[in-house]
């Protein structure tokens, strides 16, 4: 497999739960030999994060630290209206948005309701990744969810922090292979994240990369190893700073 050179799923201290600044984690992404780097604060449902005034000044950040390409998203949970729970007014300052479930501000509805619910929130146009789609505290329907990611154009994440903590998600490992056999069937793209909230974790994808070698994935199909192939995936023109 290719090197994976970009992270796009990780939170500051802003987020209320993690303990790191911008400017570590961009210096943590160096370290690591990555070109960019995505920061994804929690959006309002998880305790403690930031206010989403704060996304309304986003552009005072350099979109270049330490060589290390800077974009700015947001995890925003899906709640169990089938809505996103950030406000439009904001999300249209972000680079990308990532739709997950989060049991702090979510209830199990079952397989099948998690499931329509989740899609509801990937017709987003900012949408354009699913975070961590393998606890079976909120169990999903594998089948559909591939199809509609490749019907909105949503990549499915592998979230190595979920394989660190497997303990406390259910099924991951199953899950994460069942959901990687389907990418493959229908040619679903990819994403690869650390889910780092602390710059010590910045672009470790050891156990993620161990999962995609065993599943047979495509390179082709995962997007962060490569710069060109992430950005036209989101619509950000290539070498753009």
């Known amino acids: 497999m290719k090197k994976l050179i970009a992270d796009i799923h990780m939170h500051t201290l802003v987020s209320g739960h993690a303990y790191?600044?911008?400017?570590?984690?961009?210096?943590?992404?160096?370290?690591?030999?990555?070109?960019?780097?995505?920061?994804?604060?929690?959006?309002?449902?998880i305790p403690g994060t930031?206010?989403?005034?704060?996304?309304?000044?986003?552009?005072?950040i350099p979109k270049c630290l330490y060589g290390t390409e800077i974009l700015h998203g947001c995890e925003i949970n899906v709640l169990n209206t089938g809505k996103l729970s950030l406000e439009q007014k904001y999300i249209d300052y972000l680079d990308y948005a990532i739709a997950g479930i989060h049991t702090q501000c979510y209830q199990d509805e079952g397989r099948e309701k998690n499931t329509t619910n989740l899609i509801a929130c990937i017709k987003h146009k900012k949408v354009f990744f699913v975070s961590h789609p393998d606890d079976d505290h909120t169990p999903l329907?594998?089948?559909?969810?591939?199809?509609?990611?490749?019907?909105?154009?949503?990549?499915?994440e592998v979230?190595?922090?979920?394989?660190?903590?497997?303990?406390?998600?259910?099924?991951?490992?199953?899950?994460?292979?069942?959901?990687?056999?389907?990418?493959?069937?229908?040619?679903?793209?990819?994403?690869?994240?650390?889910?780092?909230?602390?710059?010590?974790?910045?672009?470790?994808?050891?156990?993620?990369?161990?999962?995609?070698?065993?599943?047979?994935?495509?390179?082709?199909?995962?997007?962060?190893?490569?710069?060109?192939?992430?950005?036209?995936?989101?619509?950000?023109?290539?070498?753009s700073l």
Not at 226 to 238: R, V
């Open 141 to 156: 329907d594998y089948e559909r969810l591939v199809q509609a990611a490749k019907q909105y154009h949503v990549a499915l």
């Open 20 to 45: 790191g600044t911008i400017r570590e984690m961009a210096a943590a992404a160096r370290a690591q030999g990555l070109q960019l780097i995505g920061i994804s604060e929690h959006a309002p449902g």
């Open 50 to 60: 930031v206010e989403p005034f704060y996304y309304l000044n986003l552009q005072v």
């Open 159 to 239: 979230n190595n922090s979920s394989l660190v903590k497997k303990e406390q998600r259910p099924n991951c490992y199953h899950n994460y292979r069942t959901m990687l056999a389907l990418c493959r069937q229908y040619q679903v793209p990819v994403i690869v994240s650390s889910d780092a909230h602390d710059p010590s974790w910045v672009g470790r994808f050891d156990l993620a990369y161990d999962l995609l070698e065993e599943s047979g994935i495509e390179d082709a199909l995962i997007l962060n190893n490569s710069i060109e192939k992430l950005k036209q995936f989101m619509g950000i023109p290539a070498g």
